[in-house]
């Protein structure tokens, strides 16, 4: 505890004025300048006197430089309380980036991150659960490499045209002697509690603002120790470095004056590489994240804003009950639209609108697929699986169905029409078939290979959850393109009664609305965690 030196009541950290403040004098000091027992130590002495709080649930720890702070929950499993252990000397890090986004901002900017997904559920904008946001310094660490010895790196040369349509490429290999120390790496986090999935998507931290590390800016936070081997983190740190290493070398005016005639560039990603590296020491600090955790049953949510920068990364499960009013909503619009069609053009049969809704089961079939191969891909860092909705799929979807209505339609050119539908129809259809519904089955079963080391726990699960969901949702499209595919000899027979189209209309939107169903299910699933056990084993799951 830090105490003021006009009252010697207790001091906190604003991160507003970036002083410290005192509650009842209202008094503001400069951090740096305070003049204690606790402060002197922490500047002349390699570590600082913490309290430490453990959680009797999943074995959490908090620590703060306050013995008398008043710890009423866990914010990993949302434990009831957790028990005070004793005092403690940790070696204190080199730096810290103390609190820049005060509690209100914090609240102010999860909220407007909740209000841009509008199927949010509605108890992730509870008033009570966003003021329970806690501050913790997270602790992070940097590393070091040295390179000093030979190096080996595959390069090219530009691609030339030797005639005709012919290209050549010439590959070489640059051996030499390489002197370097690399330090720029990105930011990894040091603490087990803390899942990398989170701490990734709060993004870097300005280390311009980094400060010499002083107990003051811990007063009214906790913290967490760094009890993470760094050496986990040790291939990922080098695959970093050695980008950064092969991009300095490009630049080197050795590299340049040898490459210069022959247009020679290295390739960063060839597997046979070599630099010998040296990964020789790693640099701790602090960084402030604003905390909050929402708990029910076995499963739990967690929101987490950036405390110098204010980028939210959160946990928010879909609310199933504003996805079923949607739907059902934009049914009946559809419907309507189409009553609207047959109203003003009578001419318009009830086997049109059997063809415009198997279109739609087709489409429906491919966004969904295409959000959940979306879903994985985002979490799991896989990039080939985060690409947008291609607007050709729309353009082929939107031919496809206008192709429905000139083969269904009578009236005057009516064979004319059919004609013209019929080949506009075949060509869209083996476009959605062969391209769009092919290269998404390409990309679905890779999921079933991808193999994870080495990554949070929390991507562990969503891939466990996606592998699970794939099996159930590979029999519920296969059912659903088999039933769409048996419509369309009945859409261009045309010789059947308005009910028996109507039915069978019925039957493909209730299969898209199940299908609907079980990717909402998983949406929701792969955004909750399972309750932490990270008295078990030092692993952050029991189970995974």
């Known amino acids: 505890m830090i105490y003021c030196p006009s009252c010697g009541s207790e001091l906190l950290f604003d991160a507003a004025s970036q002083m410290m403040v005192c509650g009842y004098c209202k008094n503001r000091f400069d951090p740096r300048m305070l003049n204690d027992n606790v402060s002197n130590d922490a500047q002349t002495l390699p570590y600082y006197d913490s309290y430490a709080y453990i ?3 999943c074995g959490a720890e908090m620590e703060t430089t306050d013995q008398n702070d008043a710890v009423g929950f866990c914010p990993y499993c949302k434990g009831s309380s957790m028990i005070f252990d004793k005092l403690r000397r940790d070696w204190k890090p ?5 609190f820049k986004i005060t509690k209100e901002q914090c609240k102010q900017l999860y909220c ?43 390069a090219k040369s530009q691609e030339t ?40 998507r709060l993004g870097s931290y300005d280390e311009r603002e980094l400060k010499s590390f002083h107990p003051a800016y811990l007063s009214g936070f906790y913290a967490e120790s760094g009890n993470v081997d760094m050496n986990e983190y040790a291939s990922l740190v080098q695959d970093e470095m050695l980008t950064y290493l092969q991009n300095e070398m490009k630049n080197t005016s050795a590299m340049q004056t040898a490459a210069a005639p022959i247009h020679v560039t290295i390739e960063p990603d060839h597997i046979q590489n070599t630099v010998p590296m040296q990964m020789v020491t790693s640099r701790h600090r602090l960084f402030p994240v604003w905390f909050m955790s929402y708990r029910r049953g076995e499963k739990i949510t967690y929101a987490a804003v950036n405390g110098q920068t204010g980028k939210v990364a959160a946990d928010l499960p879909l609310s199933p009950f504003k996805i079923l009013i949607a739907a059902v909503v934009l049914s009946a619009v559809i419907f309507g639209l189409l009553l609207l069609i047959m109203y003003f053009l009578p001419t318009v049969p009830a086997s049109a609108t059997l063809g415009i809704c198997t279109m739609l089961g087709f489409v429906g079939m491919y966004v969904l697929q295409h959000c959940y191969i979306r879903t994985v891909g985002a979490a799991l860092h896989q990039k080939e699986m985060t690409q947008k909705l291609p607007f050709g799929f729309i353009l082929q979807s939107m031919i496809a169905a206008v192709s429905m209505l000139l083969i269904t339609t009578d009236g005057t050119y009516q ?14 259809m083996g476009v959605l078939l062969f391209i769009y519904f092919l290269g998404q089955t390409i ?39 088999l039933t769409l595919a048996a419509f369309v000899p009945f859409i261009v027979s045309n010789n059947q009664s308005s009910i028996f189209y109507y039915g069978l209309a ?11 169903i079980l990717h909402i299910i998983f949406q929701s699933s792969v955004a909750r965690r399972r309750l932490p056990q990270f008295n078990k084993k030092g692993a952050a799951y029991d189970q995974i």
């Open 55 to 57: 959680c009797p649930s």
């Open 94 to 98: 080199e730096g810290i980036v103390p």
């Open 112 to 154: 407007a991150e909740v209000k841009k997904y509008f199927f949010v559920s509605r108890k992730y904008k509870d008033p009570a659960l966003i003021d329970s946001f806690r501050g913790i310094y997270m602790p992070y660490c940097r590393f070091t490499g040295i390179v000093d010895g030979p190096v080996s790196l595959r």
């Open 161 to 200: 045209n030797i005639g005709n349509d012919d290209y050549r490429t010439d590959h070489y290999e640059l051996k030499g002697t390489a002197r370097y120390t690399v330090t720029e790496t990105i930011a990894h986090d040091a603490s087990a509690a803390f899942d990398d999935h989170i701490s990734e």
């Open 415 to 428: 064979q004319y029409r059919s004609m013209i539908g019929t080949v506009l129809g075949f060509i869209s």
């Open 443 to 481: 990309l679905t079963a890779k999921i079933s290979k991808i193999n994870l080391t080495g990554v949070s726990m929390q991507s562990n699960g969503i891939l466990i959850e996606a592998k699970k969901f794939k099996r159930i949702n590979t029999v519920m499209r296969t059912v659903m393109f």
């Open 506 to 516: 019925a039957v493909a939107a209730a299969e898209l609305f199940a299908l609907t």
